[in-house]
């Protein structure tokens, strides 16, 4: 729980009058540390000092706090593990041990490591159902060489809660991807690592005697104080449940989703496959099942393609599988052609949409389309489809508009190239999560007419999931 992690961290403060107050709990923590070339010998003894004083405000022990400790620099090298030693002293020896690397700086694949191996079970990692906080810290000096954001969500997903430091010329929009949120608690940089004690001081205000400590709060995941309170909160990848205090897997919200897909020649088969894999990864955060969610997908170009409806699959495992067989058409852009198509067949019965089920397309498009839009567009719309136009590279911006839903800051979204579909497909993913919900759709049997719009009693909550997400992405520079 946070309060445990804010218990963990009175403990950290070096400071022995309030250590007395703070109840010790138990931990599983990973040291995660870049020995990589550009960090000098010296510096690399003061981060072992660093984790030796660190040591002292721990209790270890098989059934208190247990600490692993792996470092990196082109490859993984890990030194101990969570169930390696059950001493405090054996711990400090084998930090004195450590041997610099002195190489690469793959913190990715660092990050991967810890955890798919040093946060399981043969590991020594205690099972997730006793609830025991599990805590990566991760110390580095420079930009990785590899891809962080994605692996780090994963890890964040997975209930690793990720304190990033940074040391001298580290990027910080590189850490934030690294470290748990909120980053003004788990992302910190220092200047040099004779700083990096520093730190300490940052710790300092928090509150030990954490209201989360001296209640049974409930919460299934985390609990964390307020002023004169506290609140539950999940793991990124769940959402609260309507009682307050337990978790469910995001996307448990239910919709049927349509996935329009440009599949015209100027995308280009290397760009096709990272557009399928934006596709699965928003499928992955889906719970795609019979009563679940479900998701149909068109590809176009000169031609429109139904490469699965709605109906055809009940799994995401099924629905990766067909995205992954798709075959890039490479010819004209008739986007218009498509929206017809969504409009006339994709939400039919026929095809498998479900009444009072939310209906949501997301339209992707890398050019001017050479076939009217607004009219089919606007058809789908007032027949209760929410469209999110997404547009990448020569598409038009008028176009984007004439597609998308109102009000256009929320549904119109536009990247200049392809290389970052990976930070769209996180962003929509954690958007995604809650799902649609506080709707009453009024839906016809067969094609819908304007006369049937969905009756709202809220703004889709997939819609402001989305938008803010990709906010995000605009403020990041990623989105324009």
């Given at each position: 729980?946070?309060?445990?992690?804010?218990?963990?961290?009175?403990?950290l403060l070096l400071c022995p009058h309030l250590s007395n107050t703070c109840k010790a709990i138990p931990l599983d923590f990973v040291?995660?540390?870049d020995s990589s070339r550009s960090i000098r010998p010296h510096d690399y003894e003061k981060v072992k000092t660093f984790i030796i004083?660190?040591?002292?405000?721990?209790?270890?022990?098989?059934?208190?706090?247990?600490?692993?400790?792996?470092?990196?620099?082109?490859?993984?090298?890990?030194?101990?593990?969570?169930?390696?030693?059950?001493?405090?002293?054996?711990?400090?020896?084998?930090?004195?041990?450590?041997?610099?690397?002195?190489?690469?700086?793959?913190?990715?694949?660092?990050?991967?490591?810890?955890?798919?191996?040093?946060?399981?079970?043969?590991?020594?990692?205690?099972?997730?159902?006793?609830?025991?906080?599990?805590?990566?810290?991760?110390?580095?000096?420079?930009?990785?060489?590899?891809?962080?954001?994605?692996?780090?969500?994963?890890?964040?997903?997975?209930?690793?809660?990720?304190?990033?430091?940074?040391?001298?010329?580290?990027?910080?929009?590189?850490?934030?991807?690294?470290?748990?949120?909120?980053?003004?608690?788990?992302?910190?940089?220092?200047?040099?690592?004779?700083?990096?004690?520093?730190?300490?001081?940052?710790?300092?205000?928090?509150?030990?005697?954490?209201?989360?400590?001296?209640?049974?709060?409930?919460?299934?995941?985390?609990?964390?104080?307020?002023?004169?309170?506290?609140?539950?909160?999940?793991?990124?990848?769940?959402?609260?449940?309507?009682?307050?205090?337990?978790?469910?897997?995001?996307?448990?919200?239910?919709?049927?989703?349509?996935?329009?897909?440009?599949?015209?020649?100027?995308?280009?088969?290397?760009?096709?496959?990272?557009?399928?894999?934006?596709?699965?990864?928003?499928?992955?955060?889906?719970?795609?099942?019979?009563?679940?969610?479900?998701?149909?997908?068109?590809?176009?170009?000169?031609?429109?393609?139904?490469?699965?409806?709605?109906?055809?699959?009940?799994?995401?495992?099924?629905?990766?599988?067909?995205?992954?067989?798709?075959?890039?058409?490479?010819?004209?852009?008739?986007?218009?052609?498509?929206?017809?198509?969504?409009?006339?067949?994709?939400?039919?019965?026929?095809?498998?949409?479900?009444?009072?089920?939310?209906?949501?397309?997301?339209?992707?498009?890398?050019?001017?389309?050479?076939?009217?839009?607004?009219?089919?567009?606007?058809?789908?719309?007032?027949?209760?489809?929410?469209?999110?136009?997404?547009?990448?590279?020569?598409?038009?911006?008028?176009?984007?508009?004439?597609?998308?839903?109102?009000?256009?800051?929320?549904?119109?979204?536009?990247?200049?190239?392809?290389?970052?579909?990976?930070?769209?497909?996180?962003?929509?993913?954690?958007?995604?999560?809650?799902?649609?919900?506080?709707?009453?759709?009024?839906?016809?049997?067969?094609?819908?007419?304007?006369?049937?719009?969905?009756?709202?009693?809220?703004?889709?909550?997939?819609?402001?999931?989305?938008?803010?997400?990709?906010?995000?992405?605009?403020?990041?520079?990623?989105?324009?």
């Amino acid at each position: 729980s946070c309060g445990a992690l804010w218990e963990f961290f009175c403990l950290l403060l070096l400071c022995p009058h309030l250590s007395n107050t703070c109840k010790a709990i138990p931990l599983d923590f990973v040291f995660v540390i870049d020995s990589s070339r550009s960090i000098r010998p010296h510096d690399y003894e003061k981060v072992k000092t660093f984790i030796i004083n660190l040591l002292q405000f721990l209790k270890i022990g098989h059934d208190a706090t247990r600490v692993g400790l792996l470092q990196y620099g082109s490859v993984v090298q890990p030194e101990f593990s969570l169930n390696t030693y059950t001493t405090k002293a054996e711990v400090e020896q084998a930090v004195k041990n450590m041997k610099h690397l002195a190489t690469g700086t793959m913190t990715g694949l660092a990050i991967e490591y810890t955890m798919e191996t040093s946060f399981t079970e043969e590991d020594g990692a205690r099972p997730a159902n006793l609830h025991i906080p599990r805590i990566a810290m991760i110390v580095t000096d420079g930009r990785p060489q590899d891809t962080v954001e994605e692996i780090a969500a994963q890890a964040r997903q997975a209930g690793i809660q990720i304190f990033a430091i940074g040391v001298g010329r580290v990027d910080m929009d590189t850490l934030k991807t690294i470290g748990s949120e909120p980053h003004s608690e788990h992302v910190h940089l220092v200047a040099n690592f004779s700083q990096i004690e520093t730190l300490i001081s940052v710790f300092q205000s928090k509150l030990c005697l954490d209201l989360c400590q001296t209640v049974d709060h409930g919460c299934e995941h985390q609990c964390v104080s307020t002023t004169d309170s506290y609140i539950c909160k999940c793991f990124e990848g769940f959402m609260l449940a309507e009682d307050g205090k337990s978790c469910k897997k995001c996307g448990d919200g239910v919709m049927d989703l349509v996935f329009v897909i440009d599949g015209s020649k100027s995308l280009g088969p290397a760009n096709f496959e990272l557009v399928k894999q934006f596709v699965n990864g928003i499928v992955d955060s889906l719970d795609i099942s019979r009563p679940g969610s479900h998701v149909g997908l068109l590809q176009y170009s000169t031609k429109v393609r139904t490469e699965f409806t709605l109906g055809q699959y009940t799994t995401a495992q099924a629905i990766k599988q067909a995205v992954s067989r798709m075959q890039y058409m490479g010819r004209g852009s008739m986007t218009g052609s498509a929206l017809r198509h969504m409009f006339e067949f994709s939400f039919s019965v026929k095809e498998g949409a479900r009444p009072n089920i939310p209906r949501v397309s997301i339209v992707f498009t890398d050019g001017r389309s050479q076939d009217d839009v607004s009219e089919w567009a606007n058809k789908a719309k007032n027949s209760g489809v929410t469209i999110y136009a997404l547009g990448v590279g020569k598409a038009i911006e008028q176009e984007l508009r004439e597609i998308a839903s109102e009000p256009d800051e929320k549904h119109l979204y536009y990247a200049e190239d392809f290389e970052n579909m990976g930070e769209i497909t996180k962003k929509l993913k954690s958007r995604i999560c809650k799902g649609p919900s506080h709707l009453i759709y009024s839906f016809p049997t067969e094609k819908p007419s304007d006369e049937n719009m969905c009756q709202c009693e809220n703004v889709i909550m997939f819609q402001n999931q989305v938008t803010e997400k990709l906010k995000d992405l605009v403020q990041n520079n990623i989105l324009f």
